[in-house]
């Protein structure tokens, strides 16, 4: 198997959380290697370990520690928690640890592990850095084409989400559209200068430098602007009729999941979503191949996981 | 080699590993010289032809390869043993293979002792030992400074690694911080501290200062203790200090901390440190207290009950004191339900422009006896064209929809701990 090694103490682990993550791994194509076993390979060091958390433990396990030093420099990790925590996943150690708080569903052991994987998992619309996660959903044909993202060294980043079919402008106009977002101009200046810049073909997403704030220009009712997190009220919101006619500006949080969909689903549909989304975007995304895989259409869309 | 061999030349930007690497070698025969940009370091190497050369990787204005390639196409300084400080030792294995004068690596972190052999082989000494002057500290209380020091500055240290990566630095290994509060390193940071710490209680106290603990000690010398409910597996869970267990050990619920702290020959103020450690951590209890408080609840006034009163109640009772929220239909009862229960915090839905919401929010900050009531007012929109007004009528916040938990909970934070 070529794809990514995923090291796991399987003998620390709990045998349910052990079976969703050889069922996570498959689905990454990732090679899962009990942890005793793994040896240090200097042409496929792991992506990700994984370990437990024991209740109470405040600290990394020293044996963990080891493990992932002596394994590869910049291993992910990934620690399975004993016990509630301030948020079902907090990042800490500037993103390389991932600690997964109890109870945390088979969807939220499964997702945690996609998106820590990313494109290293062979997701290939997906990207993963120290703070944000994004994901692309594939179009169908008769669905507006892709969004383009922008993200610069300072982790400012830009997403440029075409809302009508056949707008070929996302790319071309990211650049653009990064600049007008992050310039410190009157806010009335900014909203007529990306009405200039996008009309009604597409919206943009905004998170500002150092992950503090959203910024969104949503010039439509009719697709969904969502944005979701266990830690706000209410969990999920359509941002798509507070931000006509204006540019949007909210407090970013960690844990915050915004979603954007190029047409609105049916009542059922967004049910399953609202469920789904509470266990984090990549969660979601696996939902989605689920009714891919079904047949099922699913609209264009763009997932920003701020960790 | 005309190397004067005591002299050890540091060439590295970063006041920290200069702090350390000076730290180190205070006492011993090495005199440290300090560069902190290679074209400084290769001036001073060629004028002093230091016994050794310290060199970081990373440099301002080049890099070590740079730096060691001059060092090498230089007379003078071709034969001066060169100390690579580096994380990641096989990278620059590989790097720096081609010049002989890189006779070893010092990863980072290190430790004094550590260094201290390196660059005692480097110059062809036996491990030179520090001259050890009388330890200020034993060694428990070494660990002890450690540990508090680094549970006091996790979240700073924590965001070290972000830090290095935008500085294009390379990031650390997790709980870098923590191996580098080696006891080596906490005995000269006590000293440090211990001197102005001296210097800070000799000065006359500020006017108005309160009398309080610096540490937050309120455990007391004279406090009975005794094992808190969940003891045998909170302590399975905990790190102590050999201190700490001996502590722990002698707890029974009858003697005071002072006959304990006596019988194992510890100062009264280490042994109320210790204990209020112990207490934080949930594992012992303080008899004489008195029991805490029940928590003070939240009031909210929401008509959103699916999407914003149950989340907000499971939020609320995931908390560690488990606060309960209480929820009145009309905004005209809030007055009432306030005298009634005494919340920390009430929760208005002000959408509705109500000038009842406006007028009870009066009425509350009219009572001085509910000064302490946190008022919030939420809106549905975005639109915050009465937000002066209700700011005006006493609320503290006007928050918009979809609201962050984290906002609401500095308003109850405060409260809890009155």
């Not at chain 2, 930007?13 to 370091?41: C, P, W, Y």
């Not at chain 2, 290769?42 to 002093?48: C, G, P, V």
């Not at chain 2, 019988?263 to 207290?289: F, H, M, P, T, Y």
């Not at chain 2, 959103?304 to 609320?316: E, K, N």
Request: proline residues 7%.
């Amino acid at each position: 198997m070529s794809g990514a090694r995923v090291v796991v103490d399987t003998e620390q682990l709990d045998g349910g959380v052990v079976a969703e993550l050889v069922s996570a791994c498959a689905r990454a194509h990732a090679e899962m290697v009990p942890w005793r076993q793994a040896q240090p390979a200097a042409d496929r060091p792991p992506a990700l370990l994984v370990g437990a958390l024991r209740r109470g433990e405040r600290r990394i396990p020293a044996e963990l520690v080891d493990a992932a030093t002596r394994l590869s420099n910049d291993v992910a990790i990934l620690l399975m928690s004993d016990e509630p925590l301030v948020r079902p996943v907090v990042s800490t150690h500037g993103g390389r640890v991932t600690l997964l708080a109890q109870p945390a569903s088979p969807a939220r052991i499964r997702g945690t592990v996609r998106m820590l994987l990313a494109q290293r998992g062979e997701f290939r619309r997906e990207r993963l850095d120290n703070h944000v996660w994004t994901a692309v959903l594939e179009p169908a044909d008769h669905e507006p084409p892709p969004p383009a993202i922008r993200q610069d060294g300072s982790g400012a980043l830009t997403a440029v989400f075409p809302l009508i079919r056949g707008w070929s402008g996302a790319e071309p106009l990211c650049e653009e559209a990064h600049g007008i977002a992050q310039t410190p101009i009157e806010e009335e200046e900014r909203l007529q200068r990306l009405v200039e810049l996008f009309g009604n073909a597409a919206g943009l997403i905004h998170l500002s430098a150092s992950c503090r704030q959203w910024s969104v220009y949503w010039p439509t009712t009719t697709s969904p602007l969502l944005l979701c997190s266990p830690l706000r009220l209410p969990r999920l919101s359509n941002l798509a009729d507070a931000a006509a006619g204006q540019v949007l500006h909210l407090t970013a949080s960690s844990g915050d999941l915004m979603v954007a969909l190029s047409h609105e689903v049916p009542i059922a549909i967004r049910d399953d979503i609202g469920l789904s989304l509470s266990d984090g975007g990549a969660a979601f995304l696996d939902q989605v191949d689920t009714k891919l895989a079904a047949g099922g259409a699913v609209p264009s869309g763009l997932v920003v996981e701020l960790r | 080699m005309n190397a004067n061999n005591t002299d050890v030349l540091v060439i590295d930007d970063s006041a920290t590993i200069r702090k350390l690497v000076e730290m180190s070698m205070r006492g011993t025969q090495f005199r440290v010289h300090f560069a902190n940009s290679g074209a400084d370091g290769l001036e001073q190497a060629r004028a002093l032809r230091p016994g050794v050369i310290l060199l970081d990787c990373v440099l301002p204005d080049s890099s070590g390869l740079d730096v060691c390639r001059q060092l090498a196409d230089d007379d003078r300084t071709r034969s001066i043993p060169v100390l690579l400080i580096t994380a990641r030792h096989e990278r620059a294995r590989d790097e720096f293979r081609q010049f002989g004068s890189v006779v070893d690596f010092v990863g980072k972190p290190f430790t004094g002792s550590d260094l201290l052999a390196r660059v005692g082989r480097a110059v062809g000494l036996s491990a030179p030992a520090p001259a050890s002057p009388p330890r200020r500290f034993t060694r428990d209380q070494q660990e002890r400074a450690a540990k508090i020091l680094y549970a006091r500055m996790r979240d700073g240290f924590a965001l070290i690694p972000s830090h290095m990566s935008r500085l294009g630095g390379s990031p650390p290994a997790p709980y870098f911080a923590k191996r580098l509060l080696t006891p080596e390193v906490m005995e000269k940071l006590l000293d440090e501290l211990t001197e102005l710490y001296e210097e800070v209680l000799a000065a006359p106290p500020a006017r108005g200062a309160a009398s309080v603990d610096p540490d937050g000690v309120t455990v007391s010398a004279t406090a009975v203790l005794d094992r808190a409910p969940g003891f045998s597996d909170r302590v399975r869970a905990v790190n102590l200090g050999s201190t700490s267990r001996r502590v722990l050990t002698l707890i029974d619920g009858k003697h005071t901390l002072a006959d304990i702290a006596r019988r194992i020959d510890l100062d009264d103020r280490s042994a109320c440190a210790i204990a209020q450690e112990l207490v934080n951590a949930g594992l012992l209890l303080d008899k004489g207290a008195a029991p805490p408080a029940p928590p003070r609840p939240v009031v909210i006034v929401e008509p959103d009950v699916q999407g914003f009163q149950r989340p907000l109640a499971s939020l609320l009772e995931s908390r560690p004191e488990r606060r309960p929220l209480v929820a009145i239909d009309d905004v005209d009862e809030v007055v009432a339900a306030v005298h009634r229960v005494k919340p920390c915090l009430v929760v208005v839905n002000a959408s509705q422009r109500k000038p009842s919401v406006e007028g009870a929010a009066r009425l509350l900050r009219a009572d001085t006896a509910l000064a302490d009531v946190a008022l919030v007012a939420v809106l549905d929109t975005h639109d915050r064209s009465n937000a002066e007004e209700l700011y005006s009528a006493g609320f503290d916040a006007v928050l918009s929809k979809p609201i962050i938990f984290g906002d609401l909970e500095k308003y109850i934070a405060p409260a809890a701990a009155r």
